[in-house]
């Protein structure tokens, strides 16, 4: 009965220490993550939960356009 090795990253190319087998080894690691960042899904959830939130921060903190209203008694006396 035949057991199985645990996975090892392993180099297509270049020797130990080499910028080639180096990146190779790393894109071997990483390739399911790459494959989900390139779908895009991601994406669309940020923009919309990020609507969202300027949408709640904008309630909380709305802006005036006009300035308080002065009355006439504010306007005749000076400070």
Same mark, same amino acid.
């Given at each position: 009965?035949? @057991?199985?090795?645990?996975? *090892?990253? *392993?180099?297509?190319?270049?020797?130990? /220490?080499? #910028? *080639?087998?180096? !990146? !190779?080894? !790393? %894109? %071997?690691?990483?390739?399911?993550?790459? +494959?989900?960042? @390139?779908?895009? +899904?991601?994406? !669309? *959830? #940020?923009?919309?939960?990020?609507?969202?939130?300027?949408?709640?921060?904008? /309630? +909380?903190?709305?802006?005036?356009? =006009?300035?308080?209203?002065? @009355?006439? @008694? =504010?306007?005749?006396?000076?400070?």
């Amino acid at each position: 009965m035949a @057991t199985s090795a645990p996975p *090892v990253a *392993v180099s297509n190319e270049g020797g130990s /220490g080499s #910028a *080639v087998g180096d !990146t !190779t080894t !790393t %894109m %071997m690691w990483f390739e399911p993550a790459a +494959r989900w960042l @390139t779908q895009g +899904r991601h994406v !669309t *959830v #940020a923009y919309i939960a990020g609507f969202f939130v300027l949408l709640a921060l904008h /309630g +909380r903190e709305p802006v005036e356009h =006009a300035g308080p209203q002065l @009355t006439q @008694t =504010a306007i005749a006396a000076p400070r």
